[in-house]
């Protein structure tokens, strides 16, 4: 060949692997255009949810989205304890009897008390005596009398838990007049069921929203990471004191703002302590769990609220993996794990930023 055909080829070629070059750098930064969104609202688990999910077709969209509904309603069937047929209710009312159950609300079930021991009963699964005598967030939410709440105590805590597997059948024994309540795992264990769905079904993107308990799915439609809000307390809704960026996660957070019932001008919220029966005076508005199993990051911000500040500090420390971000009561301030220091950004200046768990040491 002619050194001008040779130099011909050579130019054609690097002209070429830049085309293809630039076509790869704006396919990854140029937003997908083509990627549809379809939403969807419902009422389930006894909150408001959202869920978009983002990809090709709007059909196939819907379908998705119905799926996802029928899911959260078939998992509310089994793990509400407000629901007289749920699994958790047959198997509170059975005191002293093993009572059937489906697989998911046994490791359900296995899970809480897991995480109940990790959190030296901070998380409580089996303080249903305890949220059924305050009613709080329902009709009839009262103040009960000391001697109550002394009752009620002595029927909480996973000791009155049994769970068997008997030749791939589940079964659950509930004693001592305790009651399972998963009102602080069960979203979180929803999400993830969701989240596995539509990794199975082939949805790249989507953002599940279970009462401010937040799952995405892969990045944001048309790429990078998700930017997700921390609600400010006492504030409209969608007011955030920061943001966290993530991709393929959960982002939880529990607060004594959400559900209470304000009484004799004192405020008493849903977040139990454990140890006497009445809502917890934490030291923080809110904890933000970050994490990609949303069932632990649930049961995670519940305990680390009831915990406070010196008591997080502490769990914190034997466990540096937990990204989580606390927003003290009353203060412009939040603590952050190590952890959530790269995800987590202020929402404005004046908010001061400091460390928990040993970040920073
Ligand atoms: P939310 O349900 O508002 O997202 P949480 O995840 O913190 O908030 O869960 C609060 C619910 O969990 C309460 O309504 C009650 O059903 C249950 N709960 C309250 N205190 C505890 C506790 N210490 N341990 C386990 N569950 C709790
Ligand atoms: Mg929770």
Redesign the pocket.
């Known amino acids: 060949m002619s050194t001008e055909g040779r130099s011909f080829k050579k130019t054609a070629a690097a002209a070429l692997i830049c085309a293809v070059v630039v076509f790869l750098c704006l396919n990854r930064l140029l937003p997908d255009k083509k990627a549809e969104e379809a939403r969807g609202d419902y009422f389930f688990l006894g909150t408001v949810v959202h869920i978009s999910v983002y990809g090709q077709g709007k059909d196939f969209l819907s379908e998705e989205l119905a799926g996802l509904e029928a899911e959260g309603k078939r998992l509310e069937k089994l793990f509400s304890a407000n629901i007289p047929e749920s699994d958790v209710r047959r198997a509170s009312d059975g005191q002293g009897k093993w009572v059937e159950v489906s697989e998911e609300t046994y490791a359900l079930v296995k899970r809480a008390v897991d995480l109940s021991e990790d959190t030296d009963g901070a998380?409580d699964p089996a303080l249903g005596r305890i949220t059924k005598l305050w009613k709080i967030g329902s009709d009839g939410a009262r103040v009960p009398e000391e001697e109550e709440i002394r009752a009620a105590l002595r029927c909480c805590g996973c000791k009155d838990i049994e769970l068997k597997e008997d030749d791939g059948a589940y079964f659950i024994k509930v004693t001592g007049g305790a009651l399972i309540d998963l009102?602080?795992?069960a979203?979180?264990r929803v999400a993830d069921i969701m989240v596995k769905k539509l990794a199975d079904d082939g949805i790249k993107s989507a953002l599940i929203d279970l009462g401010g308990?937040l799952a995405v799915t892969g990045e944001r439609p048309g790429g990078g990471k998700w930017r997700l809000g921390i609600q400010t307390p006492e504030r409209p809704r969608g007011e955030y004191f920061g943001t966290v960026s993530v991709s393929d996660c959960s982002v939880?957070t529990?607060g004594a703002y959400e559900r209470y019932l304000e009484k004799d001008g004192v405020r008493w919220h849903h977040?139990f302590d454990p140890s006497t029966g009445r809502p917890t005076d934490s030291d923080f508005s809110s904890v933000t769990v970050i994490d990609r199993d949303s069932t632990k990051?649930?049961?995670?911000?519940?305990?680390l609220?009831v915990m406070g500040r010196d008591g997080a500090d502490g769990y914190l420390k034997e466990h540096k993996d937990i990204a989580a971000v606390f927003l003290l009561k009353g203060e412009k301030r939040v603590l952050v794990t190590e952890a959530a220091r790269s995800v987590f950004t202020a929402a404005d200046a004046s908010l001061s930023v400091g460390d928990i768990g040993g970040a920073g040491k």
Not at 297 to 303: G, N, W
């Open positions: 998380f009102g602080g795992i979203k979180g308990n939880v529990s977040i990051a649930d049961a995670l911000s519940t305990a609220f």
